[in-house]
């Protein structure tokens, strides 16, 4: 019997190239959604570890270290969120094929340009769990 689910294939070289993109896209869109868990996560477990291990025992001074790491834990979040956001944008406008009606509050440079916000997020993801690291230790 003959295939009846028949996958509908891209007939321009501009259509190769949005499936591409689409696809590079989803994997990175997928990426920043696990930094944004990770970082969430991090934030959570760097509180939960001040408030129950340290704080328990102590009295415990918020140190530079510790609000740092927790910043960049916030903004790693936040860029990841947007990132994912305006990367869903990009994908829309090279589609050529979705338009929305309604409009978005983002610069048009920074939907044609989402990556910067990856690096954004990146940098304070490790930034911060760098950061968390030299603080745990140095109160060793």
Not at 13 to 26: I, P, R, S, W
Not at 45 to 55: E, L, M, P, S, Y
Request: glycine share 8%.
């Amino acid at each position: 019997m003959p295939n009846t689910e028949e996958k509908e294939m891209p007939n321009t070289e501009n259509d190769v190239l949005f499936e591409h993109e689409k696809t590079v896209m989803g994997i990175f869109i997928d990426n920043a959604k696990t930094y944004t868990q990770l970082s969430t996560g991090a934030l959570v477990f760097t509180i939960t570890f001040v408030d129950k291990v340290v704080g328990s025992k102590n009295p415990f001074q918020l140190d530079w270290f510790l609000i740092s790491s927790w910043i960049g834990f916030v903004i790693s979040i936040g860029a990841g969120v947007l990132y994912q956001y305006l990367a869903v944008h990009f994908i829309q406008n090279i589609s050529n094929r979705i338009r929305r009606s309604h409009g978005i509050l983002m610069p048009k440079w920074l939907i044609n340009h989402p990556w910067p916000l990856y690096g954004v997020m990146m940098v304070c993801f490790f930034g911060g769990a760098v950061i968390f690291m030299i603080g745990a230790i140095t109160r060793l």
